[in-house]
């Protein structure tokens, strides 16, 4: 997936400007993990999905002091949860790699294999059923984008940071 070019704009403050690109940025990281969702079903096919969250989460977390603090530590919460989940499938996959370089064709690797491999898949649907029923449930893209985009967060002296009414759309 290409992304779109980040214009900044000098004369603007960073508020601003977070309020005009992150949304985007938001957007698009939602439609990159739901088409990697839809392609590739393997663990390892998880790891770019992962990598994605975190240059996501490090991206935001600059802009911290433009946003209110209860809503903008929610949204960074739920976003921790992916990267944690997504890490424990990451870590199933890079402890097999590693085995299987330093344990090649012995009966013990097989073994290994097997349940590094079961563990690697379990966490890989766990990840897929959070991102589902919870991250990426209805609204909540909505929910990342009017916050980021000022209609529901940017420091301006009123009240911000609520998340949508449904219980279903509120992640954690």
Not at 19 to 32: D, H, T
Not at 61 to 86: H, I, M, N, W
Request: with cysteine; charged share 30%.
């Amino acid at each position: 997936m290409s992304r779109a070019q980040t214009k900044w704009d000098e004369r603007k403050s960073a508020a601003a400007n977070a309020r005009l690109e992150l949304p985007r940025m938001m957007s698009e990281y939602f439609a990159e993990v739901r088409e990697a969702l839809a392609g590739e079903h393997s663990p390892a096919g998880l790891h770019p999905v992962r990598l994605a969250s975190k240059k996501v989460r490090y991206t935001l977390e600059l802009f911290r002091p433009c946003y209110d603090a209860a809503g903008f530590d929610a949204r960074v919460k739920a976003l921790k949860d992916v990267q944690t989940s997504l890490g424990d499938v990451n870590d199933a996959v890079a402890t097999w790699q590693l085995l299987e370089k330093v344990m090649p064709d012995s009966r013990q690797s097989a073994a290994l294999h097997k349940v590094l491999n079961k563990r690697a898949e379990d966490k890989a649907e766990e990840f897929r059923a959070h991102w589902t029923e919870r991250f990426d449930a209805e609204g909540q893209e909505r929910w990342w984008t009017d916050f980021l985009g000022g209609r529901d967060g940017v420091k301006s002296g009123r009240r911000s940071g609520s998340r949508p009414s449904s219980s279903r759309s509120a992640p954690g």
